[in-house]
């Protein structure tokens, strides 16, 4: 299974609202990564967690706060976002930070925030 | 800062090979470039990477000139659903750093 999933494919939030975003992947992968990524723009890093810990931090808004419960699975919790917080969030996995490199990207949540 | 120039857009017809150039000069020994493309809607996938040698798997192959300034990503028969950004990227730092990459059309 070379699959990472996410959930959900579309969330529509307002500005006040607390949502989060899953991410999961049973390839036995160490390292798993936040992306956002603008429409018509690259993805940029966000957050990277290695055997569970936070390991990178892009000075990212605290109103974005990520979670990593286990080695399977992935989290990003929304709180107070703002309109220009609208974009395709994306996860990725690799073996370990080693192989940061050679990643699997799951599809995205297309977020948009009123 | 991504340290990658790869042209904004081209064109292919089905079929033919298309070639996506990458320039990365200020590459360094032991760095490794990879690429990846991003099909729309979907997130990124990884396609090959290469340190010098040329390299070639199912999906492409790469060629890397001898003073390992550029890049050749090749796709020998390209179909319609090979259009997408295709990205071409320095590996350093322990993460990817996306550059603009090249929007690829694959025409009928």
């Known amino acids: 299974d070379t699959e990472v999933t996410q959930t959900p494919k579309h969330l529509v939030m307002g500005m006040t609202n607390k949502k989060s975003l899953k991410c999961e992947q049973h390839m036995g992968h160490r390292a798993m990564y936040w992306y956002k990524q603008k429409a018509k723009k690259p993805p940029e890093l966000m957050f990277v967690y290695s055997y569970e810990k936070l390991s990178i931090n892009e000075s990212v808004p605290s109103r974005f706060s990520p979670e990593c419960p286990n080695s399977s699975l992935l989290n990003l919790h929304l709180h107070a976002l703002q309109p220009e917080d609208s974009a395709l969030y994306l996860c990725?996995?690799?073996?370990?930070?080693?192989?940061?490199?050679?990643?699997?990207f799951g599809p995205g949540t297309r977020l948009t925030v009123t | 800062d991504a340290k990658t120039t790869q042209p904004t857009s081209m064109d292919c017809a089905e079929g033919r090979a298309a070639n996506l150039p990458c320039n990365h000069s200020t590459i360094s020994g032991n760095e490794y470039v990879y690429w990846y493309r991003q099909i729309h809607s979907q997130g990124p996938q990884y396609i090959i990477h290469?340190?010098?040698n040329n390299e070639t798997n199912e999906m492409a192959s790469l060629i890397i000139t001898e003073d390992r300034k550029s890049s050749t990503l090749i796709l020998p028969h390209a179909t319609l659903r090979d259009t997408a950004v295709y990205y071409c990227i320095e590996a350093s730092g322990s993460r990817l750093t996306f550059g603009e990459g090249t929007q690829l059309t694959v025409n009928p």
């Open positions: 290469g340190l010098k």
């Open positions: 990725a996995s690799s073996q370990t930070l080693g192989s940061a490199y050679e990643q699997y």
